[in-house]
């Protein structure tokens, strides 16, 4: 088994410069073809032989085809129906293999690439094929090595069977002697760790989800509806730049704030309430994660300070632990304690953190060891419903070398903080 600790090494470098860069909201990706090729390479390393084939699984939203997390992080490509084969055995190790052109289809849905030689210096592949092609790729690989490798995901019994492996079991089932590994670790352990690139990307999409909040603050009041909160901070994230948000947001008041996954946003702010903002854009496909509790009148009535000054007791405590080798557990534990001694271990209803990157909740082993290059959010929450006080604050944090840094620390979370904030952006 590849450690974490190798991928750990192979691409956390000079994360600190990184960091201390000033970052412009610039269109241009920051992921570039050179960088897929490498992950490409990588994976075929700890492969060692074989053969995998791997599906584009994404979905049509309105801007377009989007391909999975999976694909997209081999390719860098948004194409439907398209197949990547890896063989690290042969001379063309990497194959990229797209649907056939329909160009009477193409005139409503627009232009798909032709198969050129400049498509493929520019996509970096060895070959690409037509999609036709795969079954006699397969074959042929077969006959030279016949151990195919599952790469995607494990998926639950209860699920449907994912299409590679679904091909896998046609392949076994026609060639005697073809087996089946599991190696879907590798690109796991790959994810975790995140490259100086993703690093940056995830920085944007946080600073663009802070500044969007910034800009929402003025519009916190009594009388506002839930989804025009709603409408404005998706506005406020396309605006700088940021296409898509990174999940469907949470914006609920009053006694919505203890409802985990509350998602109708449909009632009115009310003096006297809580509002919780769970929310975070997206840049270049990289998510950022971001909860934050706030008075609606501006102010922390005497019961709401003490619930958020405790839940913050226990993020801070969370993430000052944060380093190499603890586990998500141990850092749940940890928060968990906090509230469990200010006497709401009850109304403490989720896991603390989970690991960020192409998805808000990201490909990952949550029992792992932490390692450098790892973005976890921290997240500890108290819901009473009675009281309609529900408090969640979350960020997300870099584990470093020797520790970890808060790539969120600009978006205020100190309760005298926040209401600084909101007094600041209300004038």
Known sequence: MISVLFFAT???????????????????PLIDMEEFKKRRMALLDSMGDGTAVLYSRGYEGDAGYRSDGNFWYLTGLNEPE?????????????VLLLPPRDIEAERWTGTRPALTESLKVAWGFDRIYRTRSLDGLVVSRMKQDSTLHLISAIVKPSTDIPPDLEYYNKVKARIPGV?????SRFLESMRMIKTRMEITAIETAIQVTYEGLTELLASIK????EFQLDGILEESFKKRGAQYMA?????????????????KRNQTLTAGQLLLLDVGAEWDHYASDITRTLPIDGKFSAKQARIYDIVLKAQNAAIDAIKPGIT??????????IIRQAGYAD??????????????????????????????TV???????????GVRIEDDVLVTEKGHKILSAQIPRERTAVEEWLAGERK
């Open 222 to 225: 009594p009388g506002v509806k």
């Open 82 to 94: 398209a197949v990547l084969v890896l063989s690290p055995g042969t001379v063309d190790r990497e």
């Open 328 to 337: 998500l557990r141990e850092i749940d534990e940890i928060a968990r304690g």
């Open 10 to 28: 192979f691409y956390f470098l000079n994360v600190t410069g990184i960091l201390a860069q000033n970052m412009g909201h610039t269109s241009e």
């Open 347 to 376: 109304d403490f209803i989720h896991s603390t953190s989970h690991h960020l990157g192409l998805a808000v909740h990201d490909l990952s082993d949550a029992w792992m060891p932490l390692a450098p290059g790892m973005v976890i």
């Open 379 to 389: 997240e500890p929450g108290i819901y009473l419903r009675d009281l309609e006080i």
């Open 247 to 263: 999940f469907s947001p949470i914006v609920g008041a009053g006694e919505e704030t203890t409802i985990l996954h509350y998602e």
């Open 179 to 183: 087996t089946t590994e599991n190696s």
